[in-house]
């Protein structure tokens, strides 16, 4: 399995090419935010308040000027456009995805490397891990947002460190099964020093598992934010995210549902394709779980 | 009329494939209570002829041309349900590794039983006296025990009797071995085929029996086919394919299956000491809070010395503590006690920062050429990688690979390809230039030919001596092939349950055996009566 090989059936593998080209339209539309016909998502404008879908109106910006603007996804009670806010949303959730998969990846790397190989600190490590995996997510978002307060940082490292045990234990025993290859021991014998071991034998091995997990923490994460967003424990109601648009159209649910219909809609295609992608990944990276092979 | 009769069979491979047939065109017939050995080396398509025979063939893989008639039964054409009757009734298999192919959740007399059955109206207590009575005539000890046991708490041997007992329980026809004696110690492996012979005779069963062993054609075979690539290109009684091959490629083949009787070398009495072990221990301990504890030893008191230029055998079976020694020797493990001498310095106890500088004089080739390099990792890395470790500059590094990978017999400038565009036999090859870039004095190969097809064995083999011979090195070799060891051994020591139980030169040890359990070993050695190698 080289990594020409493997790169060339991930290209090939339809749920891999399904999934990474909906992400990939996310990604634009996120990044492309500012020029698809948005206004300001933090706007407010009394005059046209719970406007329905498709909806013509007015909206003033902060300079006083008045915009012609169509409410495709109509707007919110403030008056907020939400095709605006769902668009602009887009980024915080990939935004919040990505950077918990890294940041969780990043130090779970760090510390089942070290357990897996590393004897000794093995025990005090894991033990660590496992009183953190023992704290719900949402407590800790909700000590975090009170210590400091709400802000992209702080719901990343909020949904981040109860996966870090997660990564770690996986990391842990891909290690272990590695570090007895013989590969492994014939680089001990040519004198490779353990931290070079670590790294460039082992580490490497496990990278196509680690990228299927991390795909996994990113859908995790983005629900996550959402529903943190929803409780009011997550980003400030002002930062448009999906979460917060939907905790702001609870309470209007049953007259205008599409306040949470429509970020709630963004929200499912975009779980659903970055664990597509995952899918994928996992059948063409780690032929040990492919249906076919 | 035969009990198996396979015409004109041909089974196509997956198109991408390097050839197009996994078998081509073959045809051979079993009679009744003849043994047919299907020889041949790996992807020759023994497996896969067993398993069209079986009706077991994967989807991937099929049946082009050709007809299978079993007592005149056409299988090709049977539904999926006669032929589901006919498995285990009329034709039957037993596999290479008893411990996959018994179900671990099922007590052994729980497995015979669900074959009755399944195929018989007989009532319990009937069931219960056939399953003692089969589990007695493959000469399990305790018959009660073994049925009540589950699996796992039998040996290799015994769970390969348990099959044996499963496949014969209904007296079939024909029974399918595929490799199955491979799995199993040379001593078990003789007690096995002995069965096998005894079973078939006494029943007057049709034995299809593949192997890659010609020790093993030439203990059981009353007739062998030989198989190169799909090809049958060799057919005929025993003796007659042993003694006189027609074929090249079986020429080849028998040509390279080494001899039992050890070469005559002189080996120099005064060369000077390389590495010597003096009683070399390890023992695991199992440390429990509250429970008794344990002790393994795996390896007690293994006092050897391997000169320069010269070759020390260790032979032993499974679990003899071999590998532990080697492992101990390379100090990829801690010696629990005694000495390792390495030149002047004992290394036994040294801790790693002193070792480190002692590594490059050790040098390891282990048994399975694909898990031993890093598949992410290029040819030229693993073999600079040594060097670089004791600052060689890297351009001085790369020349070096590149000298080895000359005589190591491969071409330099595949250096940039890695490992899995290689085979098995290229593999070992890149292993050894890796241990050799570290010039080291020792080199230890740890069954470093026993995951070989026998020609490519013979090569690698070949190129050991060669490289021994050319720079005066030191060699330890782990084996737990008898006729390897004659080859290329000037010492031999023989192991047992972590002892060193015979321990002289290797015309000595094979010549005239004084421990009972040497003599065990070579009586057990299968094909001992053939001068294989000479031809």
Known sequence: MDATGAWSRVRRNWPVRVGGAVLAVLVLVAVAAPWLGTVDPTLFDAGSRDLVPGKVGEITTLDGEILKHTFWFGSDSFGRDIYSRVLYGSRVSLAVGVLAALVSLGFGIVAGLSAGYLRWLDGVLMRFMDGLMAIPAILIAIALVAMWRGSLVTVVVAIAIPEIPRVTRLVRSLVLSIREEPYVEAAVSLGTPTWKIMFAHILPNTIAPLVVQGTYICASAILVEAILSFLGVGLPPDIPTWGNIMAEGRPQFNLYPHNIFIPGAFLAVTVLAVNILGDGLRDTLDPKMARRL | ?535
């Not at chain 2, 079976?317 to 071999?322: D, P």
């Not at chain 2, 005066?472 to 092939?481: E, G, K, P, S």
Request: glycine share 8%.
């Open chain 2, 1 to 535: 009329m035969s009990v198996l009769e396979v015409r004109g069979l041909t089974i196509d491979l997956p198109s991408g494939g390097d050839r197009r047939h996994a078998a081509a065109d073959v045809g051979f017939t079993v009679d009744r209570g003849e043994i047919v050995c299907l020889v041949g080396e790996s992807g020759s398509g023994k497996s896969v002829i067993a398993q069209s025979v079986m009706g077991l063939l994967p989807r991937g893989l099929p049946v082009t041309a050709g007809e299978i008639r079993l007592e005149g039964e056409d299988l090709l054409r049977a539904s999926p349900r006669r032929l589901r009757e006919l498995r285990a009734t009329r034709m039957s298999m037993v596999f290479q590794e008893p411990m996959t192919a018994l179900n671990p959740v099922m007590r052994c007399g729980e497995q015979l039983d669900e074959v009755l059955r399944e195929h018989t109206a007989l009532a319990p207590a009937a069931r219960r006296r056939r399953i003692l009575d089969i589990v007695r005539e493959v000469r399990l000890p305790d018959p009660e025990r073994m049925v009540a046991a589950y699996p796992h708490q039998l040996s290799g041997g015994q769970r390969q009797r348990i099959m044996i007992a499963m496949a014969l329980v209904l007296e079939p026809a024909l029974l399918i071995a595929d490799e199955p004696t491979t799995a199993l110690d040379v001593t078990t492996q003789a007690q096995i085929l002995r069965l096998i012979q005894d079973l078939q005779a006494r029943h007057g069963t049709g034995v299809l029996f593949i192997t890659h062993d010609f020790g093993v054609v030439a203990e059981i075979a009353h007739r062998v086919a030989v198989l190169c690539l799909g090809e049958l290109v060799e057919l005929g009684p025993r003796d007659d394919v042993l003694r006189r091959p027609q074929h090249q490629y079986t020429r080849m083949l028998i040509g390279a299956v080494p001899t039992l009787k050890p070469h005559a070398r002189p080996a120099d009495a005064g060369a000077p000491v390389v590495l010597a072990t003096r009683g070399l221990s390890k023992t695991y301990r199992d440390r429990g809070w509250l429970s008794r504890h344990r002790e393994v030893h795996a390896a007690a008191d293994v006092t050897l010395e391997v000169r320069k230029g010269q070759t020390l055998g260790i032979v032993g079976e499974s679990g003899s503590g071999k590998s532990t020694v080697a492992r101990c020797i390379v100090r990829l493990i801690d010696p629990s006690a005694g000495e390792i001498r390495l030149g002047r310095e004992d290394i036994a106890s040294m801790p790693q920062s002193r070792l480190r500088a002692l590594r490059r004089r050790v040098q390891i080739v282990f048994q399975d050429p694909y898990r031993s390099l890093n598949p992410r990792r290029s040819v030229l890395e693993a073999i600079i990688e040594g060097p670089r470790n004791y600052g060689v500059p890297r351009a001085r590094a790369i020349e070096t690979a590149r000298r080895l990978m000359g005589l190591v017999r491969m071409d330099p400038g595949s250096l940039a390809r890695y490992p899995h565009q290689f085979s098995g036999g290229q593999r070992q090859r890149i292993c050894i230039a890796r241990a050799l870039a570290m010039e080291p004095e020792l080199l230890v190969a740890d069954e470093a030919v026993s995951a070989l097809d026998v020609s490519v064995q013979a090569q690698v083999l070949a190129l050991l001596e060669e490289i021994r011979e050319r720079l005066q090195l030191a060699m330890l070799f782990i084996t737990h092939d008898l006729r390897v060891a004659a080859q290329v051994c000037d010492h031999v020591a023989v192991m047992s349950q972590g002892r060193v139980v015979e321990y002289g030169p290797a015309a000595q040890v094979f010549g005239s055996p004084r421990h009972e359990y040497t003599r065990a070993l070579f009586d057990a050695a299968p094909g001992r009566d053939f001068a294989f190698g000479a031809a």
